[in-house]
């Protein structure tokens, strides 16, 4: 092949090359009239009764701030390292990439980048890492788009807000926060030049990982700062003797049983079951969780005896215990099961038979319909029958009976079955339903003569509101995780305030609890109980056929 034909077809080659570049530029610009607007994803943070930090959600850890809530030290040690002439430049600056180059090169290190802080944002808002042509020129034109589009200040808070620091924290409010335990509007130079040098490295550079590297890199940043003329010799000098102290981000393994029913129960049904703003929106959540509670329950659950282990290797027997404030059904711990990473199955709201402890809805039904607690009932052996079901026989717990009347306190005391269905055949079994969903119970209920041996499957939060009109003078309270939700930009979107709803007379309501402070004394069934409680209780005991 001739010298001339070989010129000409590489000469045709770079022409259909130059003509595909020059299509694909067309259609990348044409692609800006729908560009997304610029956004991101942001940290979702959630608080304790105190309002204390405990947990955070999110896609990517990200807690978006304003140009001004971050330190001068951060925004001068970013500028300085990644791209000091960042304000005068377009988007461009061709004379530092090639400094950078050199410096690299006599260096044998990365200690300078090559792209501009728009053309990193251009490719962290727009675009995927991998290295062609094309993504080239997209990077170009977005840089082109951003630096027409937006001031220096705001690509800026936006590059600050985006980058990635390493440990799952993108921006510079959740790095500081992650890293050092503070705002970034606190930041001394010190730890604002420690910061500036992650991104170039977020593993190599890890504080957590490589401390030694961590520094050395805060030196580089230091140094640069030093040469430019942001910060005097002697301001390097002394950021270089600081201490810095590092901690590692907020646990919240004690909560995990409480954060999962939040999240996955009363947040999915609140926003739809859409859980996006969640984990991308930036949320704050203050929750009822009281910390010192949560861990006793928790740590009373861990605590079962263990019997044997399951077909799954799960611990058994398992337990679930809910503290709820009866005033205002704010839940103050919530604890599913031994361990959450054993299990994730949440007792607390699996279904299961309440047992006994059902038996406090017929007496309240009872004494709304003019029965007394001195009442008496005889405990002995009965049939009853239906038309269409088979006769029912009941007995007392072990098959026995007390073959004596009971008054009806005795007989909530000491639990005694025969006495309950006989109480309930009396006032009518309709009663007992209908007392029962009006405290809160949101089973579907059918009047059977077991109905008051808990023969039908409630969740233990559902059993534990229901008690509190008990508690709370007859008012019914919902129970509630979540006590307020703030937006990014400060809105409210749902503030719980406590609302209560008179179910029951407060009569009733008295002597119902004063008839369960009986189960707690001698001669009632949770009487062992007594001698670790240090203040009035009330309460009922129940047992059931089911296994945790």
Request: hydrophobic share 40%; with cysteine.
């Amino acid at each position: 092949m001739s010298t001339f034909r070989l010129i000409l077809i590489a000469l045709l080659a770079f022409l259909l090359s130059l003509s595909g570049s020059y299509g694909y530029l067309l259609y990348t610009l044409s692609e800006l009239e729908t560009m997304e607007p610029l956004k991101s994803f942001q940290t979702t943070r959630i608080y304790d009764c105190d309002d204390r930090l405990i947990a955070m959600r999110y896609v990517e850890n990200r807690i978006e701030v304003p140009l001004e809530a971050i330190s001068a030290h951060a925004i001068n040690a970013t500028v300085a390292i990644e791209d000091h002439r960042f304000f005068q430049h377009l988007g461009f600056d061709f004379s530092g990439l090639g400094r950078a180059l050199l410096n690299n090169l006599k260096n044998r290190a990365v200690g300078q980048g090559g792209s501009t802080i728009t053309q990193q944002l251009a490719k962290n808002l727009f675009l995927t890492n991998e290295r062609t042509l094309a993504r080239k020129i997209k990077e170009a034109v977005y840089t082109i788009h951003l630096e027409r589009q937006y001031s220096k200040e705001e690509i800026l808070e936006k590059y600050l807000n985006t980058i990635y620091y390493g440990h799952s924290a993108y921006g510079i409010e959740a790095a500081s926060q992650t890293f050092l335990g503070k705002n970034a509007a606190d930041l001394t130079l010190a730890e604002a030049a420690l910061l500036a040098g992650l991104p170039r490295g977020p593993q190599l550079y890890s504080p957590f990982l490589n401390p030694d590297a961590a520094l050395e890199r805060q030196r580089v940043v230091l140094n640069r700062m030093a040469e430019l003329g942001v910060i005097s010799s002697s301001e390097k000098e002394a950021a270089l003797a600081e201490t810095l102290t590092f901690r590692e981000p907020t646990q919240d393994q004690m909560a995990s049983y409480f954060l999962d029913y939040m999240i996955n129960g009363e947040l999915f049904r609140l926003f739809g079951g859409d859980l996006t703003p969640v984990y991308q929106g930036g949320l704050e959540i203050y929750t009822t969780l009281d910390p010192a509670m949560q861990k006793i329950a928790q740590e009373i659950i861990a605590g079962i005896p263990q019997q044997r282990i399951d077909e799954n290797g799960i611990r058994q027997p398992q337990g679930a215990l809910v503290a709820m404030d009866p005033a205002t059904g704010y839940v103050k711990a919530l604890a599913g099961g031994r361990n959450f990473q054993e299990t994730s199955v949440n007792r607390a709201l699996s279904l299961r038979s309440p047992g006994s402890t059902f038996k406090p809805f017929l007496y309240a039904a009872a004494l709304e319909s003019g029965a007394t607690a001195a009442d008496k009932v005889l405990c002995e052996p009965i049939t009853l029958t239906e038309s269409g079901i088979d006769p029912y026989t009941p007995t007392d717990f072990g098959g026995d009976f007390h073959h004596r009347e009971l008054t009806m306190r005795e007989a909530l005391a000491s639990s005694c079955n025969i006495a309950a269905i006989k109480t309930h055949v009396a006032i009518g079994r309709e009663k007992l339903v209908e007392m029962a969903g009006r405290l809160g119970i949101g089973s579907h209920l059918e009047p059977y003569f077991s109905l008051p041996l808990g023969t039908i499957e409630v969740s233990l939060l559902e059993l534990t509101a229901a008690f509190a009109p008990f508690a709370n003078g007859g008012y019914k309270v919902e129970p509630t995780l979540i006590r307020k939700i703030v937006g990014p930009r400060g809105e409210v979107i749902i503030e719980n305030k406590p609302r209560s709803e008179q179910v029951l007379d407060e009569r009733i309501a008295f002597l119902v609890t004063d008839m369960l402070t009986g189960v707690l004394q001698e001669g009632g069934t949770a009487a062992a109980a007594a001698s670790i409680l240090t203040r009035p209780a009330a309460g009922k005991s129940g047992t059931s056929q089911d296994s945790y």
